[in-house]
């Protein structure tokens, strides 16, 4: 079906030229195209979407779009199957050529970076990194409130640096706070880890003693890269250390927003919608399900008295709260008034 390539019609069925995309129209509604017609858009006959007529071969008539999109989806799943064939050849590849610089007797040692490609793979690097590290692990965990099999599947590693005294410092999305797992764990923890937190934070990173980094390879996290170059460590430790600075520790209650009625959170939301995102965007950036960001949405605009989506972007900028809080939102802001409400909240 991807089939026609000539210089005039440089496309496949699943995009038409206009003049084929005319024709092909045309046929479907009437049943039928005079070969005439068909002339100016011969990518219609060698895309099989036109074909001649049995009973009468100065007329063509179309395949039937229910066919057309049978054998798009179908050359569609031969590509993605072909594509998890090659990235697994490519993946092996890299890791054989990347073997080629270690040390024979250690084969992680020199390697700048390794594709770890399972959770049981992935598990038995960080087990290497946590017994070999001594002094500091930095880590972001996205994600809102951390599962308790989240939490439990490290806190063997965790028990285990904190015997030996190494320092941990872990940066997480505000929702989190709202999890008592998390809390429980700091608690085990005691002095040897420290949480902060941010409105957003970056996909999850783990750094150990500034020398080796593991981050996603891939969006469901069933495949990680181990990251040993100087360079990309002490990179990413920089981002670290920058949203640190920038974040507000576990023990400390989030700043008020200056805005009567308005949450911190909702504030967060209400700067997502300002820059374009959709509420699962917004969710997921924030670590909340679509749900919950949806009432807090709503509840945005009863406060800002909108009725519309349209409304609401007006009323957010109109609120300031289309970016980073000003000076001026340090003392307490009167919002519009709600339609039917004596004056606002």
């Known amino acids: 079906m991807a089939g026609h390539r000539t210089e005039a019609h440089p496309h496949g069925a699943d995009r038409l030229c206009d003049a084929g995309d005319r024709v ?42 229910q066919e057309v999109m049978t054998r798009l989806l179908r050359e569609m799943h031969e590509h993605v199957v072909a594509t998890q064939s ?26 700048a970076i390794r594709v770890l490609d ?26 809102g409130i951390r599962r308790e099999d989240e939490l439990s599947e490290g806190l063997h590693r965790a028990l285990a640096l904190r015997r030996r005294g190494v320092r941990m ?21 005691e002095e040897a880890a420290e949480a902060r937190t941010l409105d957003e934070v970056t996909e999850r990173l783990i750094v150990f003693d500034r020398t080796v980094a593991f981050i996603p390879a891939s969006p469901d996290r069933t495949m990680a890269l181990e990251l040993r170059h100087p360079a990309l460590v002490g990179y990413l430790v920089t981002v670290f250390e920058r949203l640190w600075r920038l974040a507000i520790p576990l023990t400390a209650p989030l700043p008020d ?7 911190h959170r909702e504030r967060s939301i209400a700067a997502l919608l300002a820059e374009g995102h959709q509420d699962a965007v917004v969710a997921e950036r924030l670590g909340i399900s679509v749900r919950t ?53």
């Open 24 to 65: 092909y129209s045309r046929a479907v509604r009437r049943g039928r195209v005079s070969r005439e017609d068909a002339e100016s858009v011969p990518c219609l006959v060698e895309l099989a979407l036109l074909h001649p007529d049995p009973d009468d071969m100065g007329w063509l008539v179309p395949t039937s779009p």
């Open 86 to 111: 090659r990235m697994g050849e490519a993946v092996s590849a890299f890791e054989w050529y990347a073997a080629l610089g270690g040390d024979a007797h250690s084969p992680s040692e020199g390697v």
């Open 118 to 143: 399972g959770l049981p793979r992935i598990r038995a690097a960080m087990d290497e990194a946590t017994e070999a590290c001594t002094s500091e692990v930095l880590a972001v965990q996205p994600g």
């Open 169 to 189: 410092r872990d940066l997480y999305t505000h929702v989190a706070r709202h999890g008592q797992g998390l809390l429980n764990y700091m608690e085990l923890m």
């Open 257 to 263: 927003t200056g805005i009567e009625g308005i949450t």
């Open 293 to 345: 960001c949806r009432a807090h949405i709503a509840r945005l605009s009863e406060t800002l008295g909108a009725a519309s989506r349209t409304q609401l972007g007006v009323r957010i900028a109109q609120a300031g709260l289309d970016g980073p809080p000003r000076a001026a939102e340090l003392q307490p802001v009167t919002v519009p008034n709600r339609p039917g409400s004596p004056s606002g909240r």
